[in-house]
Antibody, heavy 121, light 110 residues
Framework: QVQLVQSGSELKKPGASVKVSCKASGYTFTSYAMNWVRQAPGQGLEWMGWINTNTGNPTYAQGFTGRFVFSLDTSVSTAYLQISSLKAEDTAVYYC??????????????WGQGTLVTVSS | QSVLTQPPSASGTPGQRVTISCSGS????????VNWYQQLPGTAPKLLIYSNNQRPSGVPDRFSGSKSGTSASLAISGLQSEDEADYYC???????????FGGGTKLTVL
C-alpha cells in the first residue's frame, strides 16, 4: 500500500540544524510531488511548500524561505526537509504528504506520520 | 490568522447532522477546488474529501462536501463518537501562489 514513513523525533539546541526524512513506498516516487506541512503545538496546519520529485525543483511558501530546504534522494524514494539555524518557534510536528493531481485538481494523500522537532536549550 | 476561515469549534450528539463551514475568497475557494482533512487526536491528518465533494475509498458516505462561490462546507450525518477530531479545509490560492489551510474546527461529540 502507498505509505510515507518519516524519521523519528528530534531534540535540538537553538542554532543547530535538523534533517527530517520521508520515505515513500508502494508507488513510483517520481510520479508524484511531495508537500511539507508544519503544525506548531496546539495550532493548525501550515503549508510549507512542495518539491517536484522529477526535477528536484522546490517551491517554498512565504515564511519558509532561507532556512528551509527540500531535497530528494530518488534512489531510495526519500524526500528530506532540512531546517538550519533552528529557533524555539520552529518547534512543531512536520508532515510530508504526497500530492495527487488529477484533471487539474490536487490534494494531499497520504500523509506521513509526522516528525516532532523540539528546539530547546 | 488563516487565509481560509473556519469556526474553531462545533459539536453534536450521536446521530445528529453537523456542518462545518470554510470561507475564503475569489483567489482561493472561488477559483479552485476544496479538500477536507480529518485529524484524529494524536495522529496525522487524513484526506476526507477532495475536489469539493469526492470521497476517497474507505471514507463513509456520512461525510459529504459542497462548495458555493467562495465558501465550502463539510457535512457529517449520523454523527458517531469516533468522528471527534479536528477538521481542516484546504485550497490553492492563486494570488499567494501557495496552498492554504483553514484554521481547523474541533468537533466534539457530546
Amino acid at each position: 500500500q502507498v505509505q510515507l514513513v518519516q524519521s523519528g523525533s528530534e531534540l535540538k539546541k537553538p542554532g543547530a540544524s535538523v534533517k527530517v526524512s520521508c520515505k515513500a513506498s508502494g508507488y513510483t516516487f517520481t510520479s508524484y510531488a511531495m508537500n511539507w506541512v508544519r503544525q506548531a503545538p496546539g495550532q493548525g496546519l501550515e503549508w510549507m511548500g512542495w518539491i517536484n520529485t522529477n526535477t528536484g525543483n522546490p517551491t517554498y511558501a512565504q515564511g519558509f524561505t532561507g532556512r528551509f530546504v527540500f531535497s530528494l534522494d530518488t534512489s531510495v524514494s526519500t524526500a528530506y526537509l532540512q531546517i538550519s539555524s533552528l529557533k524555539a518557534e520552529d518547534t512543531a510536528v512536520y508532515y510530508c504528504a504526497r500530492v495527487v493531481i488529477a484533471a487539474a485538481v490536487s490534494w494531499f494523500d497520504p500523509w506521513g506520520q509526522g516528525t516532532l522537532v523540539t528546539v530547546s536549550s | 490568522q488563516s487565509v481560509l476561515t473556519q469556526p474553531p469549534s462545533a459539536s453534536g450528539t450521536p446521530g445528529q447532522r453537523v456542518t462545518i463551514s470554510c470561507s475564503g475568497s475569489s483567489s482561493n475557494i472561488g477559483s479552485n477546488t476544496v479538500n477536507w482533512y480529518q485529524q484524529l487526536p494524536g495522529t496525522a491528518p487524513k484526506l476526507l474529501i477532495y475536489s469539493n465533494n469526492q470521497r476517497p475509498s474507505g471514507v463513509p458516505d456520512r461525510f459529504s462536501g459542497s462548495k458555493s462561490g467562495t465558501s465550502a462546507s463539510l457535512a457529517i450525518s449520523g454523527l458517531q463518537s469516533e468522528d471527534e477530531a479536528d477538521y481542516y479545509c484546504a485550497a490553492w490560492d492563486d494570488s499567494l501562489n501557495e496552498g492554504v489551510f483553514g484554521g481547523g474546527t474541533k468537533l466534539t461529540v457530546l
